[in-house]
């Protein structure tokens, strides 16, 4: 499209602001991180390693991210294959049921953090499930399931059918039809759904802040109670670990899938 | 889908019989009822029954000023947020559209880096940059605006909950604006149309589906959002969601409590009801194009 060059300089102008508003929050606790006294402040005065050295060893940080870790871990693997079985058997349903059930499946995205975690508070109490790990991968598994759905949708929506028809035809048997054909051309979508349901767990702070108590709490807990009670610059050093350890999984994972796409032509 | 048919010889076995994709959906469809419907009707039961039954808690939440003055605020930040979103994604957006594969890359990395770090270090984030001697405020005074109020007021609600939100609003107009066929906006400057015009004319009407999507997402999540104004807030900016759980969790009012997170919920649902017809019927006008 033809633009006058005012009208570019302002449009670039404005991206950049929009650009370091969304970036800034992200990037600012890693300065914060090395502040010198026990304040959290920017621009940060002094450095010091310390804030990471009481992460690993003051045992109620460290406790925190074991359960965060642990939690997450569960639930990616719980809501992938939920997840995926339930995408499967979407996508084999007349298209009524399915729309419906669909919705339905989605509804733990839009329900406001809030309500759900009041009512899951509620029913928790009743079952001694507040504090638990089973609570907590309950929970976060519904929270999770969505993403996971609908990656595994997504593939499922280009995969071609007759590959299926193809294998069975050839002789193959259900089981075997799903391990070789099936499977690896939906591995891509489960794997993402893993990933954001990983994710989803590891972050999630608003149900989990009504079914925790002190025996057991997740890393997104342990931050929040630190914000609202001091000013702690420890956070900034768990973000600064958080940011740093996505950034080399995804840089990794970008590496790896660039190699074997290079690998394969 | 352009699937066979299941009833076709060919097809395997299993795909003909009813009952088995219902059985795959069956593991997902009980937790789901077991962890939001069950509780979710646990909230509404409750919201009926405490302390007697009947509708005494909805009669106090509309009877009650404070409740609902604080149920039109949800809807006025969250509506500001929205609008902020939709001026700053629309040109971002665009941009994403227009520029190299590189610079894409980068843009796209600025959407998805805030998702990196966890939603509570970013607003802690926003506390300190935000907060009466922080570089914002500090920028702010040796620009000449002195005694700007950022936290615990509004405006800085409004801007740490638009920047959680704006990758909502990015993406789905990003999607919608990589499809809009570019020719359409020469052909209308080759027969004499000024670029605004151009714009306003084609552009503007075809990514709407995008923007349509977009402030539907985030309005409802800006309506049920928590931790952000509680964080960034002060008495004047309360939401629904704070005295949804200051009822419940420090005045043990699951009634009164339960009432306000039914109206939230229903809020929410009307939204999307009221939204989906209208996206589905837009979304369908950009496809036929």
Same mark, same amino acid.
């Given at each position: ?23 800034a ?49 569960? #639930?990616?693997?719980? %809501?992938?294959?939920? +997840? *995926? =079985?339930?995408a $499967?058997? @979407? ?31 509620? #029913?928790?109490?009743? %079952?001694?499930?507040? +504090? *638990? =790990?089973?609570? $907590?991968? @309950? ?10 759905l ?29 391990? *070789? ?31 925790t ?14 914000? *609202? ?34 690998g394969?032509? | ?44 039961l ?15 939440f ?43 890359l ?68 990003y ?13 209308a ?33 800006a ?50 009801a ?16």
């Amino acid at each position: 499209m033809e633009m006058k060059p005012l009208t570019r300089v302002i449009l670039g102008l404005v991206c950049v602001l929009v650009a370091v508003w969304l970036v800034a929050p992200t990037l600012v606790v890693i300065p914060m991180s090395f502040n010198e006294n026990k304040s959290l402040a920017f621009p940060p005065q002094g450095f010091s390693w310390q804030w990471y050295q009481n992460f690993f060893t003051n045992p109620d940080w460290s406790s925190s991210f074991l359960n965060s870790l642990k939690v997450a871990s569960i #639930v990616a693997v719980l %809501a992938t294959v939920l +997840g *995926t =079985l339930a995408a $499967f058997g @979407l996508d084999r349903m007349r298209a009524r049921p399915a729309t419906v059930l669909r919705m339905l499946m989605l509804t733990p995205m839009v329900v406001p953090g809030v309500v759900l975690a009041i009512g899951i508070y509620a #029913v928790y109490l009743d %079952a001694h499930l507040v +504090g *638990t =790990l089973t609570g $907590f991968v @309950l929970a976060h598994t519904i929270l999770a399931l969505p993403f996971v759905l609908i990656a595994v949708s997504a593939n499922l929506e280009v995969f071609d059918r007759r590959l299926e028809t193809a294998a069975a035809s050839l002789g193959a048997g259900a089981v075997t039809t799903f391990r *070789t054909v099936t499977l690896p051309l939906i591995l891509p979508g489960m794997l993402s759904g893993l990933l954001f349901a990983f994710a989803t767990s590891f972050d999630e702070i608003v149900v989990s802040l009504f079914i925790t108590n002190p025996y057991l709490k997740t890393l997104p807990v342990q931050i929040f109670a630190s914000i *609202t009670r001091d000013a702690d610059p420890t956070v900034a050093a768990v973000g600064t670990i958080l940011f740093c350890a996505t950034t080399l999984l995804i840089g990794g994972g970008m590496l790896l899938l660039g190699r074997e796409r290079k690998g394969r032509l | 889908m352009s699937a066979l048919d299941p009833t076709t010889p060919s097809a395997p076995k299993w795909a003909g019989r009813a009952w088995r994709p219902f059985a795959l959906t069956l593991p997902a469809l009980l937790l789901l009822a077991a962890v939001i419907g069950y509780p979710l009707l646990t909230i509404v039961l409750r919201s009926l029954s405490e302390p007697q039954w009947g509708a005494q808690n909805y009669v106090w939440f509309f009877g009650t000023p404070v409740n609902l003055t604080v149920l039109q605020r949800t809807f006025v930040i969250s509506a500001w947020v929205t609008l902020v979103c939709i001026i700053c994604a629309y040109p971002y957006a665009y941009l994403m559209t227009a520029v190299g594969p590189r610079v894409r890359l980068a843009l796209v990395l600025c959407v998805l880096i805030p998702f990196w770090v966890s939603g509570v270090v970013r607003t802690l984030s926003w506390v300190i940059l935000l907060q009466d001697s922080g570089v914002i405020n500090s920028l702010l005074r040796s620009a000449g605006f002195d005694g700007v109020r950022l936290i615990r007021t509004q405006t800085g609600v409004v801007i740490g909950m638009a920047q959680v939100l704006l990758p909502f609003m990015i993406l789905p107009l990003y999607s919608v604006m990589k499809g809009i066929d570019l020719r359409l906006m020469r052909a209308a400057q080759s027969l004499g149309a000024r670029p605004s015009r151009a714009f306003f004319t084609i552009y503007l009407p075809l990514s709407l589906p995008g923007v349509y999507a977009g402030a539907i997402i985030v309005f409802i999540l800006a309506l049920g959002f928590y931790i952000t104004p509680a964080l960034l807030g002060g008495p004047r900016s309360t939401m629904l969601s704070t005295l949804v759980q200051t009822q419940v969790l420090s005045l043990l009012q699951w009634g009164r409590g339960g009432a306000m997170g039914v109206v939230l919920l229903v809020a929410t649902f009307v939204l999307l009801a009221l939204a989906a017809p209208v996206m589905r019927s837009r979304y369908r006008e950009a496809g036929r194009r």
